[in-house]
T-cell receptor, first 112, second 113 residues
Framework: QKEVEQDPGPLSVPEGAIVSLNCTYSNSAFQYFMWYRQYSRKGPELLMYTYSSGNKEDGRFTAQVDKSSKYISLFIRDSQPSDSATYLCAMKDGGATNKLIFGTGTLLAVQP | EAGVVQSPRYKIIEKKQPVAFWCNPI?????LYWYLQNLGQGPELLIRYENEEAVDDSQLPKDRFSAERLKGVDSTLKIQPAELGDSAVYLC???????????FGPGTRLTVT
């Protein structure tokens, strides 16, 4: 079993829809949770960075962490065609290594 | 501010040939990472540098892969000899230090034929 599980999709939604992306994990030591966006043939770009449980909002993006369920989510409101990309969750335990463990990524397509 | 720079962006080589990738991190970033990303997968760490010291290379296949970060700035990752299974995207990332966010370069897409 992988430490981080993520549905690879693809997920196709109409423009303006609310998108929900999710990851589950097995390592209870993870404390820092990130979402990266990766456009085709580009490197991952950091979108959201959260510590421990709770919500964080940034514009149209909201990240949620539920450590008790080992479940994290990214919500995108009013989705746009420019949001079409692969979304990768990543997490780390906050130890000395700063080693990120990534999910497989979810491919999102927002249809105009 | 310039981001992480990688070159080449694309490389096609025949199996058993050597190949090298170059990375220039964000100015002032002491920590540098090399990741491997296979198609449809998330990045996986190969090696991490703190300045010029490789502090985590446990996932680097040392029989054919090598890396260096001379003077604690630029870094090169080398494969010799390349195998078909090495076809992937090689990503470089950097962070201010081990506790800060990692910023990724565009990657080098390697195809081994």
């Amino acid at each position: 079993q992988k430490e981080v599980e993520q549905d690879p999709g693809p997920l196709s939604v109409p423009e303006g829809a609310i998108v929900s992306l999710n990851c589950t994990y097995s390592n209870s030591a993870f404390q820092y949770f990130m979402w990266y966006r990766q456009y085709s043939r580009k490197g991952p770009e950091l979108l959201m960075y959260t510590y421990s449980s709770g919500n964080k909002e940034d514009g149209r993006f909201t990240a949620q962490v539920d450590k008790s369920s080992k479940y994290i989510s990214l919500f995108i409101r009013d989705s746009q065609p420019s949001d079409s990309a692969t979304y990768l969750c990543a997490m780390k335990d906050g130890g000395a290594t700063n080693k990120l463990i990534f999910g497989t990524g979810t491919l999102l397509a927002v249809q105009p | 501010e310039a981001g992480v720079v990688q070159s080449p962006r694309y490389k096609i080589i025949e199996k058993k040939q050597p190949v090298a990738f170059w990375c220039n991190p964000i100015s002032g970033h002491n920590t540098l990472y090399w990741y491997l990303q296979n198609l449809g997968q998330g990045p996986e760490l190969l090696i991490r540098y703190e300045n010029e010291e490789a502090v985590d290379d446990s996932q680097l296949p040392k029989d054919r892969f090598s890396a260096e970060r001379l003077k604690g700035v630029d870094s090169t990752l080398k494969i010799q000899p390349a195998e078909l299974g090495d076809s992937a995207v090689y990503l470089c990332a950097s962070s201010l230090d081990v506790n800060h966010e990692q910023y990724f370069g565009p990657g080098t897409r390697l195809t081994v034929t």
